[in-house]
């Protein structure tokens, strides 16, 4: 399994970024795709995760902002940025979760990040 994202940039606060990811490979069932991001120096964080079933989640610094969608047919999940902030700077992380078929747990892949720079 792959991830392929795209989408990062530099914006204006206040402005908006797009972020997609797709996933290929062989993989069946239920899943959850998720943002993540790493600001330098800090531990990595969840933003926005969303299920094949459509639930989701969403970190409190980003709700009213971000917004996550997928495709399920495409494998494709995207993060709708708006109001960005400098504190949202970071460099951002797909990944996909699946269930582990041997043992409880799930089986993280991780795309290469995409760098969002938020300039005030």
């Known amino acids: 399994v792959q991830l392929q994202a795209s989408g990062g940039g530099v914006v204006q606060a206040g402005g908006s970024l797009r972020l997609s990811c797709t996933a290929s490979?062989?993989?069946?069932?239920?899943?959850?795709m998720a943002w993540y991001r790493q600001a330098p120096g800090k531990q990595r964080e969840l933003v926005a995760a969303?299920?094949?079933?459509?639930?989701?989640r969403y970190a409190d610094s980003v709700k009213g902002r971000f917004t996550i969608s997928r495709d399920n047919a495409k494998n494709t999940v995207h993060l709708q940025m708006s109001i960005l902030k400098p504190e949202d700077t970071a460099t951002y992380y797909c990944?996909?979760?699946?269930?582990?078929?041997?043992?409880?747990?799930?089986?993280?892949?991780w795309g290469k990040g995409t760098q969002v720079t938020v300039s005030s």
């Open positions: 990944n996909l979760a699946i269930p582990d078929q041997q043992r409880p747990g799930v089986i993280d892949y």
């Open positions: 490979g062989t993989f069946f069932g239920l899943n959850e």
């Open positions: 969303i299920t094949t079933g459509k639930t989701i």
